[in-house]
């Protein structure tokens, strides 16, 4: 089963559905590059990189449920404003708690770097742990904004940007 991809006109620039395998990122990132291809390039890596990171969340920690089978990808401009919303069925409601406190966690700071700082510096203080770097680097490097939605086992992350 592979992806199916939508490439439609402003303010709607991407609606995909793919299954929860590691060798659509690839194409995603490839779709998401030409999707993005006439604003800033420094945006559209960062735009990349956000989509990239939340695929692969969705991949890793993703499963198939009633209400998502697949994951599925969003990407619109409105307003201003980039949006990315990746989601994705998730039963495992302690990891989606978990989730959604880094999140919050983020959303409450002013200071991104120091949150992604003290990330890298948790990883190099413990050899044996690893990841879970993914949305402090959206936040920081990507200068993106996260929000979260759960329901009916769907995990919903929506990444924002201005794009002014």
Same mark, same amino acid.
């Given at each position: 089963?592979?992806?199916?991809?939508?490439?439609?006109?402003?303010?709607?620039?991407?609606?995909?559905?793919?299954?929860?395998?590691?060798?659509?990122?690839?194409?995603?990132?490839?779709?998401?590059?030409?999707?993005?291809?006439?604003?800033?390039?420094?945006?559209?890596?960062?735009?990349?990189?956000?989509?990239?990171?939340?695929?692969?969340?969705?991949?890793? @920690?993703?499963?198939?449920?009633?209400?998502?089978?697949?994951?599925?990808?969003?990407?619109?401009?409105?307003?201003?404003?980039?949006?990315?919303?990746?989601?994705?069925?998730?039963?495992?409601?302690?990891?989606?708690?978990?989730?959604?406190?880094?999140?919050?966690?983020?959303?409450?700071?002013?200071?991104?770097?120091?949150? @992604?700082?003290?990330?890298?510096?948790?990883?190099?203080?413990?050899?044996?742990?690893?990841?879970?770097?993914?949305? @402090?680097?959206?936040?920081?490097?990507?200068?993106?904004?996260?929000?979260?939605? @759960?329901?009916?086992?769907?995990?919903?992350?929506?990444?924002?940007?201005?794009?002014?």
């Amino acid at each position: 089963m592979g992806q199916t991809i939508k490439k439609l006109e402003a303010p709607v620039l991407l609606d995909s559905r793919l299954p929860h395998a590691w060798d659509e990122i690839r194409r995603i990132r490839k779709n998401v590059g030409e999707a993005l291809s006439s604003l800033d390039p420094a945006l559209s890596t960062a735009a990349t990189m956000v989509t990239s990171e939340l695929i692969e969340n969705a991949v890793k @920690y993703g499963e198939a449920v009633p209400a998502a089978t697949e994951i599925r990808l969003a990407m619109s401009m409105d307003d201003g404003q980039l949006v990315i919303t990746v989601s994705n069925g998730c039963a495992d409601v302690s990891g989606v708690r978990t989730l959604e406190r880094r999140i919050q966690e983020i959303a409450a700071t002013q200071d991104k770097a120091a949150l @992604y700082m003290s990330r890298l510096e948790q990883l190099l203080a413990e050899p044996t742990e690893s990841g879970k770097l993914g949305l @402090y680097r959206i936040a920081f490097e990507g200068e993106f904004d996260l929000h979260f939605s @759960y329901r009916d086992n769907v995990v919903s992350i929506t990444a924002t940007r201005s794009i002014r």
